[in-house]
C-alpha cells in the first residue's frame, strides 16, 4: 500500500539527536516510503541532510531545510520552501520537543520559556503558516506529537514538558473544530516511553544520574508490554493519521504507550 501516494508532506524534527532512529526521522522515511514527497525540515541542518539521503536513497522524493521551528520567520520560509519545490502541503506532521528536568522551585525561568517555545509556541507557529495553504485547496491534515506526560504524571518532575505537551492537545482539538468544515483535519500522536536517541540524550538528570544501562532496564520494566517502543511505532500512527485512512477522524489522539497511561503508577 502507498497510502501517502502524490501527497506532499512537511515534517518537523525530521532529524535524530544522534546515531539511530527519532520520532521525525523514522516518519519522514515512512511517510516517504508510503509515497509522499517530503520537506525534511530540522534545526540541525545535518540531521536534516541524513534523513533526506536515507528517503532518496530509496527511491523517494525528499528535500531538507533547516529551521528552527519556535520562530516565524524560519517558519514561514520552510513553507514557502515547501510551496516552491512541490507546489502545496497536504500534511503537516509536527514533531519537536525538548525536555528541561525540574519543578516550579528547581526549573529556571529561562528553561521554562525555551521549553514553551519549541514544543508549544512552534505548533502554533506551522499551523499559523500552513492552515492558509490547506484551507485554499480544501484539504489538508495536521498530526501533531504530544506525549503521555502532557495527560498523566510519569513519575519524574516534567513540569514545563508536560504543561506543553498538554498545550498541544488542546491545540489540535481547536484547530480541528475550527477548520473542521473547510477540510482539514487535526489529530495528535501520544507517545509514551519510547526509546530514541534524544530521550537517551536527556534520561541521566531525570534518573538521578544513573547509568544509561540502568535507566533503560527501569523504563522497560516500567512499561506494561515489558519494554519501551521505538521511533517507528510513533511513526505509524503518524502515518495513520496522516492518511485518508483516517478521513473520518479529527480532534482525537492515539496514545502509544503500551498501556502506560491505563495503569496505576506507583
Known sequence: MRRLANKIVIVT???SAGPGWGNGKAAAVLFAR?????????VNPMAAQETCALIVAEGGRCVWHAADVSKAADVAGAVERCVAEFGRVDVLHHNV?????????????????RT???????????CKHVLPHMEAQGAGA?????????IRWTGIPYIAYAASKAAVLQMTQSVALQYARKGIRCNAVVPGLIDTPLVRASLSSAYDGAEMDEIVRRRHEQAPMGRMGDAWDVAHAALFLASDDARYITGTSI????????????
Open 13 to 15: 524534527g525530521a532529524g
Open 116 to 126: 514553551q517555545a519549541v514544543n508549544m509556541k512552534s505548533f502554533f507557529l506551522t
Open 142 to 150: 495536521i498530526v501533531a506529537v504530544s506525549s503521555v506526560g502532557g
Open 255 to 266: 496514545v502509544v504507550d503500551g498501556g502506560l497511561s491505563a495503569a496505576a503508577v506507583g
Open 97 to 113: 520537543g525538548i525536555v528541561r528536568t525540574g519543578g516550579p522551585v528547581e526549573l529556571s525561568e529561562e528553561d521554562w520559556d
Open 34 to 42: 508510503e509515497g509522499a514527497a517530503v520537506l525534511a525540515v530540522d
